[in-house]
């Protein structure tokens, strides 16, 4: 029972001293690259600048030719060639405009890649937690499974009773049905990875890890300066101030006039006419109300700034104070779980008729249950680790 009770300790370190062919952060990179979102917000933002710049050149010249018949059969015929093109101020706003806007398409994509970044970090640590419970629940399980083939040797000597005998057959199913549901779970979690990445060729590398990342809990304050210097989505919504001043001037340029050059040549009467001319083209009045749309734009992100603000700083003060707090519980858990002996002085006890069989499966259910809170509590503290360390 000794060497069982060891090999039992052995497989519980395991998640935490198992090599791994790649760390978590590694992982983490390779899922990021896969990421079928990213893949499409890359070509999504190049395609709309690419959009942008080609509104932003000259029309092409425009070729004119008549063949007109009078009455008395006299003809004339003719040719011209115009070029038309916006007031000059407005083709360098467009440039301005287009600049902001692969800025800010660029801190979206750095958003979108943190938002990601910390949805694979959940993900990877759902697995790790998962296959720690299942590492739990396999010792537990292999225990009751040899006292089971104990008590149906001892009932078959007439030692036991058939009541005892059946109360421990009874407990390794269970135990074997909570064992599949967790194995679910971790199933569950490997096809959302999956999902996740697009594809399924870190299958192996998953299934190797065992520990979860190797990071540190820093004050609250440093976490919000880190946030206020460094969060790119706020970055992203005071980029887009800039790209609706930048609109703004595409906007008030855009009311001024439009223009075209030209050079015709008509022939009548068998006389040649050469010429130049110039059109004006003048704004209509929706370009009033689409100035009117831009200053309600702007206000809007003046909100969303605001907004976005408090929530960063009340969600690191929320995350920051539940880590706190979990570390408080692991430290208490740790400190009554650390010995690790329960199980032995359960049975040792069960066989010297100090305790019966349903106490004893009671005891070793409380003290399962107790292991499984503790990671748990682990899992939450992770995630909530992850959350944090989101710009990290």
């Known amino acids: 029972m000794k060497k069982i009770i060891a090999t039992a300790i052995i497989a519980l370190m395991m998640p935490t001293l198992g090599a791994q062919t790649k760390s978590f952060d590694a992982l983490v990179s390779q899922m990021l690259v896969t990421n079928p979102a990213i893949k499409e917000l890359n070509h999504g933002s190049e395609a709309e600048i690419q959009e942008m710049k080609a509104e932003n050149v000259l029309e092409g010249p425009e070729l004119e030719g008549f063949h007109k018949w009078g009455n008395s059969g006299d003809r004339k015929y003719g040719v011209g060639i115009s ?20 800025t800010a398409l660029g801190l979206l994509r750095n958003a979108t890649v943190t938002d990601k970044k910390t949805e694979a970090r959940a993900l990877l640590v759902d697995l790790v937690n998962s296959k720690r419970n299942i590492s739990i629940l396999e010792r537990i399980d292999s225990m009751m499974i040899d006292l089971a083939n104990y008590y149906n040797s001892a009932y078959k000597s007439g030692q036991v009773s058939i009541l005892d005998k059946n109360k421990i057959d009874i407990e390794v199913i269970r135990l074997g049905g909570r064992l599949t ?12 990875i999956f999902d996740f990445c697009g ?70 009467e068998g006389q040649d006419f050469n010429g130049f001319n110039i059109g004006v083209k003048f704004a209509t009045w929706s ?21 976005q603000s408090k929530k960063m700083m009340t969600d690191i003060d929320n995350d920051h104070s539940t880590a706190l707090e979990l570390i408080k519980q692991i430290d208490k858990f740790e400190t009554a779980l650390n010995d690790g002996s329960h199980h032995e002085l359960l049975l040792k006890a069960l066989k010297g008729g100090q305790i019966n069989m349903l106490d004893y499966i009671q005891e070793v259910n409380f003290y399962l249950e107790a292991e499984l809170d503790l990671e748990n509590m682990r899992h939450e503290y992770q995630l909530a680790l992850s959350r944090l360390n989101r710009l990290n």
Request: aromatic fraction near 8%.
């Open 199 to 268: 594809t399924d060729q870190l299958e192996s590398e998953l299934l190797q890890l065992n520990s979860y990342p190797d990071a540190m809990l820093l004050s609250a304050d440093d976490y919000k300066k880190l946030a206020e210097e460094s969060d790119p989505y706020m970055a992203y919504l005071k980029q887009a101030t800039e790209v609706n001043k930048s609109r703004g001037k595409v906007a008030s340029r855009s009311a001024l006039p439009s223009f075209s050059l030209g050079y015709e040549w008509e022939r009548e």
């Open 83 to 102: 070029q038309g093109f916006d007031w000059p101020g407005l083709y360098s706003a467009r440039r301005q405009m287009i600049r902001n806007n692969e």
């Open 287 to 307: 370009n009033k109300n689409s100035r009117a749309s831009i200053v309600a734009s702007g206000l809007e992100n003046d909100v969303k700034i605001a907004a």
């Open 181 to 192: 549901e967790e194995n679910n779970r971790r199933g569950d979690i490997l096809a959302s």
